[in-house]
C-alpha cells in the first residue's frame, strides 16, 4: 500500500545554519508533492509544491528537489531561523487532493 | 478573511457521547474536507465535500458523519464518542478538488473522550 516515510524524525539545527528535510514517497503514480509547515498547537500550513515534472523548485529560502527515480524529495531551507520550528509534512498525492498521502513529520528544532 | 475556522478549541467527551465539531469558511472554496491527527501519525482524511450537497468518505470515516448544506459549512459529528477518537481533528478548504489547489486549514479543535 502507498506509505510515506521520512528519514528523520527530529532534525536540530542552529540558527543560521541550512536545514534539509527529506521524504521518501513509495507510489511511483505520484504526480504532485506538497510541503506543509505545523507550528505547535495550529494547523498546517502549506509551503510549497512541486510537480512530478520536475526536479527541483525554488521558493523564498526553501527548495524543493524531487528525484523520482529513487522516490525521495527535499526540503532545503536557507539560513534557518527561530521561527522555521516546527513540524514539516510531506504529502505525495497521485491526483485529487482527497488521495494525499501525509507523512508523520519531521520536527525542526533550531538553536540559537 | 477568517480563513477556515473550527469550534470549539478544546472538548472532552464521555463514551458515547455524541457532538458536532463545526468548520466555516469565508473564502467561497468549494472544497472542504475533515482530517484527524494522533501522535506520531500524519493526517487522516475522515470525509470530504467538493460542494454543497456532496460529501463522500476518506481514509478513516468509520464513526463519523458529514453534512454539506452551505459552501461554508462543513460540519463532522460523532454519533457515539469513543476513546479511539481521541485526536486532534483539523478541518481545510481549497478553490476545488484539485491537488494543486492549496489546502487551507483551521487551528484544529483538540478532542478527547474518556
Known amino acids: 500500500g502507498e506509505s510515506v516515510g521520512l528519514h528523520l524524525p527530529t532534525l536540530s539545527v542552529q540558527e543560521g545554519d541550512n536545514s534539509i528535510i527529506n521524504c521518501a514517497y513509495s507510489n511511483s503514480a505520484s504526480d504532485y508533492f506538497i510541503w506543509y509547515k505545523q507550528e505547535s498547537g495550529k494547523g498546517p500550513q502549506f509551503i510549497i509544491d512541486?510537480?512530478?515534472?520536475?526536479d527541483k523548485r525554488q521558493g523564498q529560502r526553501v527548495t524543493v528537489l524531487l528525484n523520482k527515480t529513487v522516490k525521495h524529495l527535499s526540503l532545503q531551507i536557507a539560513a534557518t531561523q527561530p521561527g522555521d520550528s516546527a513540524v514539516y509534512f510531506c504529502?505525495?498525492?497521485?491526483?485529487?487532493?482527497?488521495?494525499?498521502?501525509f507523512g508523520a513529520g519531521t520536527r525542526l528544532a533550531v538553536h540559537p | 478573511n477568517a480563513g477556515v475556522t473550527q469550534t470549539p478549541k478544546f472538548q472532552v467527551l464521555k463514551t458515547g457521547q455524541s457532538m458536532t465539531l463545526q468548520c466555516a469558511q469565508d473564502?467561497?472554496?468549494?472544497?472542504m474536507s475533515w482530517y484527524r491527527q494522533d501522535p506520531g501519525m500524519g493526517l487522516r482524511l475522515i470525509h470530504y465535500?467538493?460542494?454543497?450537497?456532496?460529501?463522500d468518505q476518506g481514509e478513516v470515516p468509520n464513526g463519523y458523519n458529514v453534512s454539506r448544506s452551505t459552501t461554508e459549512d462543513f460540519p463532522l459529528r460523532l454519533l457515539s464518542a469513543a476513546p479511539s477518537q481521541t485526536s486532534v481533528y483539523f478541518c481545510a478548504s481549497s478553490l476545488d478538488r484539485g491537488a494543486q489547489e492549496t489546502q487551507y486549514f483551521g487551528p484544529g479543535t483538540r478532542l478527547l473522550v474518556l
Open positions: 512541486i510537480r512530478s515534472n520536475m
Open positions: 473564502m467561497n472554496h468549494e472544497y
Open positions: 504529502a505525495p498525492g497521485p491526483g485529487g487532493y482527497n488521495k494525499l498521502i
Open positions: 465535500s467538493v460542494g454543497a450537497g456532496i460529501t
